[in-house]
C-alpha cells in the first residue's frame, strides 16, 4: 500500500518532508493486526510494542528492527515518538545494544 495514498492523519506524520507510517497506523490499515498481533509477528512483548507504539521511551534499534520486519517495512519508512536509541538490553541476550553491532541491519539516516 502506498503510504501517499492514506489520508487518515493517526495513520501517518509527516517529518522533514516525508510521509512516514505510524505503528499503529501500519498494523491496522498494512494487515489489520492488534497490538498482540503484532508482538506475536514480531517476537516481542505486548507491553514492547505499546511503548513503541506510544512512544513510552525512545525504540531500542533491536526492538525498532523487529517491529519493521514483521511489517515489511524498513526502519526508516516507520514514525518512531521519541526515536531510536543505542541504549537498553538486546532482546535476546540482555547485554547492551551498540549501534556497530546493529549497523549491519540498520544504517541511522542521521549519521
Known sequence: M??????????????????????????TLLFGWSVGGLAAKSGL???AVRNAENGACATNYGTAILLAKALGLSVDE???????????????TGKPCTPNELEQQYVCPMC
Open 2 to 27: 502506498n503510504i501517499d495514498l492514506i489520508t487518515e492523519p493517526e495513520h501517518f506524520v509527516i517529518s522533514g518532508g516525508r510521509r512516514l507510517w505510524t505503528l499503529s497506523g501500519a498494523r
Open 45 to 47: 512483548s505486548v507491553n
Open 78 to 92: 516507520i514514525h518512531w515518538p521519541l526515536g531510536l536509541t543505542d541504549r537498553g538490553r538486546r532482546l535476546l
